[in-house]
């Protein structure tokens, strides 16, 4: 999961609570691309996921990729 957040507020108490509401909205799947505005704070946000994208596919993507850089700086 990628997460891209622009998120603006008065406080950092206005912050907080915007995050743990942010949070919760994550946590029962109400999150996908768009914006909310309050009186208090204002966000514009992404969130992006791929179920195939596991921590091992992860991993082995890395890996290949720096394996990679590491043959081509050989050359």
């Known amino acids: 999961m990628r997460l891209t957040l ?23 799947d109400e999150v996908t691309t768009g914006c909310w505005g ?4 204002g966000a514009i946000y992404e969130l992006l996921t ?7 596919a992860y991993h082995k993507a890395l890996r290949e990729y720096l394996d990679g850089r590491k043959a081509s700086s050989n050359a």
Do not use: F, K
């Open 38 to 41: 309050s009186p208090s704070d």
């Open 50 to 56: 791929d179920p195939s994208m596991t921590h091992d």
């Open 6 to 28: 622009a998120l603006e507020a008065d406080t950092t108490e206005d912050m907080v609570h915007a995050l743990i509401a942010l949070a919760g909205r994550i946590q029962r």
